[in-house]
């Protein structure tokens, strides 16, 4: 008898996560050549990556835009997100863990876990994605693949459950021994294939070791594995597979494995490990979405009614792609779908396969793929596509909040239309870029994630669009927060100009949010909290709701400059009503000047955003460079030395750091580098300015 498996079981969509220079493009690249989707190996210092297509990444040499390719090994097929590394692009990241079921995270053998790695962990942990971890350049100077292991376990705290042993230490870095079916592999120089061969004699005692503990680590944390550990005190290859697919799916643990992208050396095992532990689409459990205010499931199934979410937009010479994960159903070439947010029907022109810049046409797309659509024009990124029939709103990925804006205009004023055109291309495409209007000079101010940001961004619309642009120098999102606040602020509001009148009598507390309040965050970055104390219906809940929108609307410019206020709770502790004049908008206006009232009257703290940066530099520069953190009111908070080199990590106001890489790389003599990642805001010193 014939059984039929499902085709959803070998497909893996999975991204390649790590911090700037860890080596992910060259995994990915190394990924593609290994599995035959490219016949010659892309390298990022040449120019010539597969994924990295855009001129600005192959000049910068680094990851700019998350790209996707599809490739197959081994009967699966992996749909790969090669995501970008620097933090200034984090957004793209989230968009992309938005639609995926697994990740592999790289991390440099060397350095192990450095601040942006930190942060693309815990942007998957949020998203509930499992993940394999890829100590990279294990052939590089100072490599220790315990020294790695031991800083993701201390840093990132999951369960490493490393099933490798490197054979050779950095130039001598030629194999792996496979722990699980305890076997080496073993590249020789100039070798595409691994060589399998016995364990070496001097590696058996150390391998049975490692072994054991892998055993050990494995049997205390999955049932069946233990009962067989107590049964036989050993456990076979197949159980010990299977435990470790369980407990990556479940997040566990985490598989360990090392190489060399750079060399070609262990990529074959990743791409087991890939096919072996991580989650296929029917892994995962089903889409959840809402329809008319009631939740919904969608199973990964091809017969089921279409749903899918738009992660990506991208604006090309031939045409809009709208890069789509179909959770359910099926999309063919000529269809007619449903976008719920825009709430109209688009047309499915052509589906794509990707290859990063290529593209391979379909006649349809099933539950499961990761594909570009041509020929919608009004989906976003966080847009959902589903069945007519059967409408669906899927949770979008989340947008973080430009901190870093410039001011932006035409040098010629024939080209101002131009740019509009230009920037609301920008926006279409990274949502993390915004454009707005300062209502006091005129000027087009262009906000995003940080300097670098800001730099592609401005460069896109002088080499893709043609326009010569002038830059003003860059500013930061200031925020206002509560001091000291008020307690019982009477805000009485009164309005009657022939027929209905308006009336709305609130009292309010207001107070700052504690951070231990809101379980998260900083008391900063706590945002907002409302509640209501009011006995005996004096306010009725539903204009208790309208004060509470009102408020919001008040946090939009606070008193000290006119920034979003965050950070505080309003409390409503008593009110009156009028039975004819009282209303939902009379007390919502209420709010509105109520709470904006008493903030003028508490006393307010210009926050600023602040980053953690760290610098890596010849131990001979630290004096100078601790002299110009200082300058730049840095407060160090940790210093070590890694490889030979000295590493300092410090909090500085991101304000201060407007053209810190040139001046770093001349107290350093250029061999100095840095990395910064968001923190969240401090309370900022009053001489500060305060830019609208």
């Given at each position: 008898?014939?059984?039929?498996?499902?085709?959803?079981?070998?497909?893996?969509?999975?991204?390649?996560?790590?911090?700037?220079?860890?080596?992910?493009?060259?995994?990915?690249?190394?990924?593609?050549?290994?599995?035959?989707?490219?016949?010659?190996?892309?390298?990022?210092?040449?120019?010539?990556?597969?994924?990295?297509?855009?001129?600005?990444?192959?000049?910068?040499?680094?990851?700019?835009f998350a790209a996707a390719v599809s490739c197959s090994w081994?009967?699966?097929?992996?749909?790969?997100?090669?995501?970008?590394?620097?933090?200034?692009?984090?957004?793209?990241?989230?968009?992309?863990?938005?639609?995926?079921?697994?990740?592999?995270?790289?991390?440099?053998?060397?350095?192990?876990?450095?601040?942006?790695?930190?942060?693309?962990?815990?942007?998957?942990?949020?998203?509930?994605?499992?993940?394999?971890?890829?100590?990279?350049?294990?052939?590089?100077?100072?490599?220790?693949?315990?020294?790695?292991?031991?800083?993701?376990?201390?840093?990132?705290?999951?369960?490493?459950?490393?099933?490798?042993?490197?054979?050779?230490?950095?130039?001598?870095?030629?194999?792996?021994?496979?722990?699980?079916?305890?076997?080496?592999?073993?590249?020789?120089?100039?070798?595409?294939?691994?060589?399998?061969?016995?364990?070496?004699?001097?590696?058996?005692?150390?391998?049975?070791?490692?072994r054991r503990l892998l055993e050990e680590a494995v049997a205390?944390?999955?049932?069946?594995?233990?009962?067989?550990?107590?049964?036989?005190?050993?456990?076979?290859?197949?159980?010990?597979?299977?435990?470790?697919?369980?407990?990556?799916?479940?997040?566990?643990?985490?598989?360990?494995?090392?190489?060399?992208?750079?060399?070609?050396?262990?990529?074959?095992?990743?791409?087991?490990?890939?096919?072996?532990?991580?989650?296929?689409?029917?892994?995962?459990?089903?889409?959840?979405?809402?329809?008319?205010?009631?939740?919904?499931?969608?199973?990964?199934?091809?017969?089921?009614?279409?749903?899918?979410?738009?992660?990506?937009?991208?604006?090309?010479?031939?045409?809009?792609?709208?890069?789509?994960?179909?959770?359910?159903?099926?999309?063919?070439?000529?269809?007619?779908?449903?976008?719920?947010?825009?709430?109209?029907?688009?047309?499915?022109?052509?589906?794509?396969?990707?290859?990063?810049?290529?593209?391979?046409?379909?006649?349809?797309?099933?539950?499961?793929?990761?594909?570009?659509?041509?020929?919608?024009?009004?989906?976003?990124?966080?847009?959902?596509?589903?069945?007519?029939?059967?409408?669906?709103?899927?949770?979008?990925?989340?947008?973080?909040?430009?901190?870093?804006?410039?001011?932006?205009?035409?040098?010629?004023?024939?080209?101002?239309?131009?740019?509009?055109?230009?920037?609301?291309?920008?926006?279409?495409?990274?949502?993390?870029?915004?454009?707005?209007?300062?209502?006091?000079?005129?000027?087009?101010?262009?906000?995003?994630?940080?300097?670098?940001?800001?730099?592609?961004?401005?460069?896109?619309?002088?080499?893709?669009?043609?326009?010569?642009?002038?830059?003003?120098?860059?500013?930061?999102?200031?925020?206002e927060t509560v001091g000291e606040g008020v307690t019982g602020?009477?805000?009485?509001?009164?309005?009657?100009?022939?027929?209905?009148?308006?009336?709305?009598?609130?009292?309010?507390?207001?107070?700052?949010?504690?951070?231990?309040?809101?379980?998260?965050?900083?008391?900063?970055?706590?945002?907002?909290?409302?509640?209501?104390?009011?006995?005996?219906?004096?306010?009725?809940?539903?204009?208790?709701?309208?004060?509470?929108?009102?408020?919001?609307?008040?946090?939009?410019?606070?008193?000290?400059?006119?920034?979003?206020?965050?950070?505080?709770?309003?409390?409503?502790?008593?009110?009156?009503?009028?039975?004819?004049?009282?209303?939902?908008?009379?007390?919502?206006?209420?709010?509105?000047?109520?709470?904006?009232?008493?903030?003028?009257?508490?006393?307010?703290?210009?926050?600023?955003?602040?980053?953690?940066?760290?610098?890596?530099?010849?131990?001979?520069?630290?004096?100078?460079?601790?002299?110009?953190?200082?300058?730049?009111?840095?407060?160090?908070?940790?210093?070590?030395?890694?490889?030979?080199?000295?590493?300092?990590?410090?909090?500085?106001?991101?304000?201060?750091?407007?053209?810190?890489?040139?001046?770093?790389?001349?107290?350093?003599?250029?061999?100095?580098?840095?990395?910064?990642?968001?923190?969240?805001?401090?309370?900022?010193?009053?001489?500060?300015?305060?830019?609208?």
């Open positions: 008898m014939r059984t039929h498996t499902n085709p959803l079981t070998t497909v893996r969509n999975l991204g390649i996560l790590a911090h700037v220079d860890a080596g992910k493009t060259t995994v990915t690249e190394r990924i593609l050549y290994t599995t035959g989707t490219t016949y010659k190996r892309g390298e990022v210092h040449d120019g010539t990556t597969v994924t990295d297509f855009d001129p600005q990444e192959r000049d910068r040499g680094i990851t700019i081994d009967g699966h097929r992996i749909n790969l997100i090669d995501t970008p590394g620097h933090v200034d692009f984090a957004d793209e990241v989230e968009r992309s863990l938005r639609v995926l079921d697994g990740a592999v995270a790289v991390f440099d053998a060397v350095a192990g876990v450095e601040p942006q790695s930190e942060s693309v962990w815990r942007q998957a942990d949020r998203h509930g994605v499992p993940r394999i971890a890829f100590v990279n350049k294990m052939d590089r100077a100072g490599a220790d693949l315990d020294t790695a292991v031991a800083s993701i376990r201390e840093r990132l705290h999951p369960v490493p459950l490393v099933v490798q042993l490197p054979i050779g230490t950095e130039d001598g870095f030629t194999g792996v021994v496979d722990l699980v079916r305890m076997r080496a592999l073993v590249w020789a120089d100039g070798a595409e294939r691994a060589e399998e061969r016995p364990v070496p004699d001097a590696l058996r005692e150390e391998a049975a070791r490692r205390e944390r999955h049932p069946a594995a233990l009962e067989e550990f107590c049964d036989r005190e050993t456990l076979t290859a197949a159980t010990l597979t299977a435990a470790l697919r369980d407990l990556t799916r479940t997040g566990d643990g985490v598989v360990v494995l090392c190489g060399s992208a750079y060399r070609n050396r262990g990529v074959e095992p990743l791409l087991d490990a890939v096919a072996a532990y991580l989650p296929s689409p029917l892994d995962v459990p089903p889409v959840r979405g809402t329809h008319d205010g009631a939740d919904q499931e969608r199973p990964a199934d091809p017969a089921a009614p279409m749903a899918a979410l738009a992660f990506k937009v991208n604006a090309t010479p031939t045409g809009r792609l709208t890069y789509l994960r179909v959770y359910s159903g099926t999309i063919e070439k000529g269809d007619t779908v449903w976008d719920a947010g825009t709430r109209r029907s688009e047309r499915v022109g052509r589906i794509l396969r990707v290859r990063a810049d290529r593209h391979d046409p379909l006649e349809r797309a099933v539950a499961g793929d990761i594909v570009a659509v041509v020929g919608l024009k009004s989906a976003r990124a966080g847009s959902t596509l589903c069945a007519p029939g059967a409408p669906l709103v899927l949770e979008p990925p989340g947008v973080a909040e430009p901190v870093v804006h410039v001011a932006v205009e035409a040098r010629r004023s024939t080209d101002t239309d131009r740019l509009a055109t230009a920037l609301a291309r920008l926006t279409e495409e990274d949502p993390s870029l915004a454009v707005r209007t300062d209502p006091e000079t005129g000027q087009t101010v262009l906000s995003g994630m940080g300097e670098l940001h800001l730099e592609v961004a401005v460069e896109r619309v002088r080499r893709e669009h043609g326009i010569e642009v002038s830059v003003g120098r860059p500013g930061v999102a200031y925020r602020y009477v805000h009485r509001h009164v309005k009657q100009d022939g027929g209905a009148g308006q009336f709305a009598h609130i009292v309010l507390d207001v107070e700052p949010w504690e951070a231990d309040e809101a379980g998260h965050g900083d008391a900063a970055g706590g945002g907002f909290a409302f509640r209501s104390t009011v006995v005996g219906g004096r306010v009725p809940q539903e204009f208790v709701r309208a004060v509470e929108a009102g408020c919001r609307d008040a946090l939009a410019e606070g008193p000290l400059g006119g920034h979003p206020v965050t950070g505080l709770r309003v409390t409503l502790t008593d009110g009156q009503t009028h039975v004819k004049d009282s209303s939902d908008t009379a007390f919502r206006t209420a709010g509105r000047f109520g709470l904006r009232d008493a903030l003028r009257a508490s006393a307010m703290v210009l926050l600023e955003p602040v980053v953690e940066v760290t610098v890596t530099m010849p131990e001979d520069a630290v004096g100078g460079v601790l002299g110009d953190l200082a300058a730049r009111r840095g407060r160090v908070t940790g210093s070590d030395t890694r490889g030979g080199a000295a590493v300092v990590t410090a909090t500085v106001p991101l304000a201060e750091l407007f053209g810190y890489a040139t001046r770093l790389r001349s107290r350093t003599q250029g061999r100095g580098t840095f990395t910064a990642r968001p923190t969240g805001y401090a309370p900022a010193p009053t001489a500060v300015t305060q830019p609208r």
